[in-house]
């Protein structure tokens, strides 16, 4: 299906595809991660009770974890629209270049520079200057997340701008419009709670293993855990339907905005009222329909305009070169709802074990629990999927399409970098992934034993002690 | 050109040079300590080197996504040609920065003394292939990339010369240099003794480098050479030369003295120098030999609208950044690290 001439630019989506897609779950951990971290310290100082500082420590280790390879992993990212996508980058340059700009100067510093005071400053600075420097660092995330979601709305629903008659670029020509497009605040709302929804699952995941292994060796396991998992579940319950409320407000959005998208996303061939929500199917792009579809009547338009004789876009009637690939999002789209409404689903059970005092004990729970871990990730990725490959064939929606986006760069080149990039990332990334089980297997007390201070730099002689001694 | 548009390009490659410039001497250290991994291999150097720069390095490491950040803003011209001219050794040195990244967690949380081994040579091999990587792209800039029509139109690796394989060698000698005399300054006793022992040797290599490469760059094109003698620019050009030779004695004095933080301010001005000395070699092309400043600047609104970010924004990162390295000031030694 892919001729020769496609090949480099198949290649280049695939890699950025890949190397964004891994990147963003650090990010995003890191987000949410931030905020719980925020909350715990401020508990801890407003408190005084330690099993707030306990987690808090044991947390900022995984955060320390996280945070690094969301760097690393981000330097990629700020060079691949230069070596992979020259001919973004010299049209649209001028603004989404502008706004990482903004995202580094008041984000990525900030991050940077509170970070050394977070991970080994409280007993420099004391406990006010090293919550401030957690707040910072808390803010730091959230105002990345600001501007690189200002950046990606634009591209999907561009404003505020004049293309250039004789070089094809975009000129920017009012920067709120650019920043505050049309479906920049409901991506940026969900996003944020996706971020939290994430955190809260992994959080809670690691609750529910502890919880587990002590049921299996007969003891309780102690009130930091036990807070630790109440806490995540409480973020749950309130989260999980914040999160489906926001989305569907995302999804209004984008039907006003990008009805191709829509109509890729629904499998829908034709423009139709009282349309059927379909459960199931293949999209067929070359016959233009959808096999083996099964749909609820009606629930498509109810779903998309809130009323059963609403009308839904259809794909035919965009032509065959502006129609996204409709069998990608129509999946990702359906996995992310999916989990979406497994997730709500756990918030519901917690809170009736929770009236039940079971919240601890449950068995079938915990082991749900634990089974969801990468729930929220799987389905930020699913909506990323949707999102970004609906608004295919275009890299700026409607105005410059990918295949113009490209660089000039030969297929040996390409091919050598997407080779590079995936053996780096699966062995870097899964030793990060590995060492973060590993952390996570230790109970908090143990995070707290290590030492006077927060992070101590070399206290791999502690834990290979340990290790000596186990052995 | 009206004003605005012949004068913001011209402010922005200043701060452009001086973000790069920020980047190479605070991450130089980084990087450099990475490298002196292959020297130094007792456990506990090994661990006040890293403790040195553990609170620093990821803010350090932030100049060069600004550098890259801001090519992209204002000058996406150069941003979408000089990336893909340097594709090769720009993917390998990202996955060299990976690897050292990564490697400064990794090693600490490490389970076992094979798997700590194993990250601590991560971490020199990443720190020393991204040096290198570094001085090739830049020896390749300096040598001017093939474009047409605005676009990059050369090959995958026409970077790679001997000119480009010598400047990848001095980058991976100097950010060494910046490494030791910064542990100079920031260690003591036998690790502080070592550093001096090791600048003397590397300060020698370096100015052969320097000479090595300064003595070639102005034969790669004839504008070069014109740059360099020409009148009047012979007089902003002389002093360079001295004011390194200037440097390089003040070091050398140093180092046999008590005196700390000198001979890292020495290497500084070295660095300092050497990229000033690039900048009028090469002005004033972004691209060169083909594209200047003006033809791969922004539209105005976006230079206009960056341009006071910047200025409100440089000074107060700037001012945490110091706030960051008072905070972490003094020597480190074995036992104080970070109690």
Same mark, same amino acid.
């Given at each position: 299906m892919v001729?020769?001439?496609d090949?480099?630019l198949t290649?280049?989506r695939i890699?950025?595809a890949?190397?964004?897609?891994?990147?963003?779950?650090?990010?995003?951990?890191?987000?949410?991660?931030?905020?719980?971290?925020?909350?715990?310290?401020?508990?801890?100082?407003?408190?005084?009770?330690?099993?707030?500082?306990?987690?808090?420590?044991?947390?900022?280790?995984?955060?320390?974890?996280?945070?690094?390879?969301?760097?690393?992993?981000?330097?990629?990212?700020?060079?691949?629209?230069?070596?992979?996508?020259?001919? &973004?980058? %010299?049209?649209?340059?001028?603004? !989404? #270049?502008? *706004?990482? @700009?903004?995202?580094?100067?008041? +984000?990525?510093?900030?991050?940077?520079?509170?970070?050394?005071?977070?991970?080994?400053?409280?007993?420099?600075?004391?406990?006010?200057?090293? &919550?401030? %420097?957690?707040?910072?660092?808390? !803010? #730091?995330? *959230?105002? @990345?997340?600001?501007?690189?979601? +200002?950046?990606?709305?634009?591209?999907?629903?561009?404003?505020?701008?004049?293309?250039?008659?004789?070089?094809?670029?975009?000129?920017?020509?009012?920067?709120?419009?650019?920043?505050?497009?049309?479906?920049?605040?409901?991506?940026?709302?969900?996003?944020?709670?996706?971020?939290?929804?994430?955190?809260?699952?992994?959080?809670?995941?690691?609750?529910?293993?502890?919880?587990?292994?002590?049921?299996?060796?007969?003891?309780?396991?102690?009130?930091?855990?036990?807070?630790?998992?109440?806490?995540?579940?409480?973020?749950?319950?309130?989260?999980?339907?914040?999160?489906?409320?926001?989305?569907?407000?995302?999804?209004?959005?984008?039907?006003?905005?990008q009805?191709a998208k829509i109509a890729a996303v629904e499998g829908d061939w034709?423009?139709?009222?009282?349309?059927?929500?379909?459960?199931?199917g293949i999209p067929n792009m070359k016959t233009e329909?959808t096999?083996?579809?099964?749909?609820?009547?009606?629930?498509?338009?109810?779903?998309?305009?809130?009323?059963?004789?609403?009308?839904?876009?259809?794909l035919?009637?965009y032509p065959a070169d502006q129609r996204a690939p409709a069998p990608i999002v129509f999946f990702s789209f359906?996995?992310?709802?999916?989990?979406?409404?497994?997730?709500?689903?756990?918030?519901?059970?917690?809170?009736?074990?929770?009236?039940?005092?079971?919240?601890?004990?449950?068995?079938?729970?915990?082991?749900?629990?634990?089974?969801?871990?990468?729930?929220?990730?799987?389905?930020?990725?699913c909506?990323w999927v949707t999102t970004e490959v609906g608004r295919q064939p275009w890299?700026?929606?409607?105005?410059?399409r990918t295949k113009?986006?490209?660089?000039?760069?030969?297929?040996?080149?390409?091919?050598?970098?997407?080779?590079?990039?995936?053996?780096?990332?699966?062995?870097?990334?899964?030793?990060?992934?590995?060492?973060?089980?590993?952390?996570?297997?230790?109970?908090?007390?143990?995070?707290?034993?290590?030492?006077?201070?927060?992070?101590?730099?070399?206290?791999?002689?502690?834990?290979?002690?340990?290790?000596?001694?186990?052995? | 050109?009206?004003?605005?548009?012949?004068?913001?390009?011209?402010?922005?490659?200043?701060?452009?040079?001086?973000?790069?410039?920020?980047?190479?001497?605070?991450?130089?250290?980084?990087?450099?300590?990475?490298?002196?991994?292959?020297?130094?291999?007792?456990?506990?150097?090994?661990?006040?080197?890293?403790?040195?720069?553990?609170?620093?390095?990821?803010?350090?490491?932030?100049?060069?996504?600004?550098?890259?950040?801001?090519?992209?803003?204002?000058?996406?011209?150069?941003?979408?040609?000089?990336?893909?001219?340097?594709?090769?050794?720009?993917?390998?040195?990202?996955?060299?920065?990976?690897?050292?990244?990564?490697?400064?967690?990794?090693?600490?949380?490490?389970?076992?003394?094979?798997?700590?081994?194993?990250?601590?040579?991560?971490?020199?091999?990443?720190?020393?292939?991204?040096?290198?990587?570094?001085?090739?792209?830049?020896?390749?800039?300096?040598?001017?990339?093939?474009?047409?029509?605005?676009?990059?139109?050369?090959?995958?690796?026409?970077?790679?010369?001997?000119?480009?394989?010598?400047?990848?060698?001095?980058?991976?000698?100097?950010?060494?240099?910046?490494?030791?005399?910064?542990?100079?300054?920031?260690?003591?006793?036998?690790?502080?003794?070592?550093?001096?022992?090791?600048?003397?040797?590397?300060?020698?290599?370096?100015?052969?480098?320097?000479?090595?490469?300064?003595?070639?760059?102005?034969?790669?094109?004839?504008?070069?050479?014109?740059?360099?003698?020409?009148?009047?620019?012979?007089?902003?050009?002389?002093?360079?030369?001295?004011?390194?030779?200037?440097?390089?004695?003040?070091?050398?004095?140093?180092?046999?003295?008590?005196?700390?933080?000198?001979?890292?301010?020495?290497?500084?001005?070295?660095?300092?120098?050497?990229?000033?000395?690039?900048?009028?070699?090469?002005?004033?092309?972004?691209?060169?030999?083909?594209?200047?400043?003006?033809?791969?600047?922004?539209?105005?609104?976006?230079?206009?609208?960056?341009?006071?970010?910047?200025?409100?924004?440089?000074?107060?990162?700037?001012?945490?950044?110091?706030?960051?390295?008072?905070?972490?000031?003094?020597?480190?030694?074995?036992?104080?690290?970070?109690?």
């Open positions: 001729n020769d001439h090949l480099p290649i280049a890699q950025f890949f190397t964004v897609g891994v990147h963003i779950i650090f990010p995003a951990f890191s987000i949410g991660l931030s905020v719980f971290l925020t909350f715990l310290e401020g508990m801890w100082l407003k408190t005084n009770d330690n099993r707030y500082l306990n987690l808090f420590k044991y947390w900022l280790k995984v955060f320390s974890i996280v945070f690094g390879m969301g760097v690393v992993s981000g330097i990629v990212m700020a060079y691949e629209f230069g070596t992979n996508w020259a001919g &973004f980058s %010299a049209k649209a340059g001028p603004i !989404t #270049g502008v *706004l990482l @700009s903004y995202e580094v100067m008041t +984000a990525f510093f900030m991050e940077a520079g509170f970070l050394g005071v977070m991970l080994f400053g409280l007993n420099r600075v004391g406990r006010r200057m090293h &919550f401030f %420097a957690t707040c910072a660092v808390t !803010t #730091g995330t *959230l105002i @990345s997340m600001t501007w690189i979601l +200002a950046s990606n709305s634009w591209m999907q629903t561009p404003q505020g701008y004049v293309i250039d008659q004789k070089t094809g670029r975009f000129l920017p020509h009012d920067w709120l419009a650019i920043i505050f497009n049309p479906s920049f605040p409901y991506r940026i709302t969900h996003m944020g709670l996706a971020a939290m929804l994430s955190v809260a699952f992994t959080v809670a995941a690691a609750g529910a293993w502890h919880l587990l292994k002590a049921k299996k060796s007969g003891t309780q396991a102690d009130s930091t855990i036990r807070l630790m998992f109440s806490l995540s579940l409480w973020m749950i319950v309130i989260t999980a339907p914040l999160q489906i409320i926001a989305g569907d407000m995302h999804g209004l959005n984008t039907l006003k905005y009805p034709t423009s139709e009222t009282r349309a059927p929500e379909l459960l199931f329909r096999d083996y579809a099964i749909g609820i009547p009606l629930l498509g338009s109810f779903i998309l305009t809130h009323d059963i004789n609403g009308k839904v876009p259809g035919k009637d359906r996995i992310m709802i999916a989990l979406g409404g497994l997730m709500l689903l756990c918030g519901l059970w917690s809170l009736w074990l929770r009236r039940r005092q079971h919240l601890f004990d449950h068995p079938l729970f915990l082991r749900v629990i634990l089974t969801m871990a990468p729930a929220g990730f799987l389905a930020l990725l909506g890299t700026v929606y409607g105005l410059l113009d986006s490209a660089s000039p760069l030969a297929l040996s080149s390409l091919s050598f970098s997407m080779l590079f990039f995936v053996a780096v990332y699966l062995f870097v990334f899964g030793s990060g992934l590995l060492m973060l089980i590993r952390l996570l297997r230790a109970t908090p007390e143990a995070a707290d034993n290590t030492s006077d201070d927060i992070m101590i730099l070399g206290s791999h002689h502690h834990t290979i002690s340990q290790n000596k001694d186990a052995s | 050109m009206s004003g605005l548009a012949f004068y913001l390009p011209f402010i922005w490659a200043f701060i452009v040079i001086l973000a790069i410039s920020v980047y190479v001497i605070l991450d130089g250290f980084d990087l450099g300590i990475g490298i002196l991994f292959a020297f130094e291999k007792k456990p506990e150097h090994r661990d006040i080197m890293i403790n040195t720069i553990a609170p620093v390095w990821d803010g350090n490491e932030t100049w060069m996504v600004l550098g890259g950040a801001t090519l992209f803003g204002v000058f996406p011209g150069a941003y979408s040609t000089l990336l893909p001219a340097f594709y090769i050794p720009i993917i390998i040195m990202l996955g060299a920065l990976i690897f050292r990244g990564v490697a400064f967690e990794f090693r600490i949380m490490a389970h076992s003394p094979n798997h700590r081994a194993f990250w601590n040579t991560g971490f020199m091999a990443g720190s020393t292939l991204a040096a290198f990587c570094q001085g090739c792209i830049l020896g390749g800039y300096v040598q001017g990339v093939h474009t047409s029509h605005g676009a990059f139109a050369g090959g995958a690796m026409d970077w790679l010369t001997p000119f480009s394989v010598l400047c990848g060698l001095s980058v991976v000698t100097g950010y060494a240099l910046l490494g030791t005399t910064w542990l100079v300054w920031r260690t003591s006793d036998e690790l502080e003794a070592r550093c001096r022992h090791w600048s003397k040797k590397l300060s020698i290599l370096m100015i052969l480098c320097i000479i090595a490469v300064s003595c070639w760059t102005p034969f790669l094109h004839a504008p070069y050479l014109h740059h360099w003698i020409a009148f009047p620019n012979i007089l902003f050009g002389l002093p360079v030369p001295l004011l390194v030779a200037l440097a390089g004695f003040l070091m050398w004095r140093t180092l046999d003295k008590e005196h700390a933080i000198t001979p890292f301010l020495c290497v500084i001005g070295w660095f300092l120098l050497s990229l000033v000395g690039l900048a009028i070699t090469i002005w004033p092309y972004a691209v060169p030999p083909t594209l200047t400043l003006w033809d791969v600047a922004s539209p105005v609104p976006s230079q206009l609208f960056q341009l006071v970010g910047t200025v409100i924004l440089l000074p107060i990162i700037t001012g945490y950044s110091i706030y960051s390295y008072y905070l972490f000031r003094g020597k480190v030694t074995k036992t104080d690290g970070y109690h």
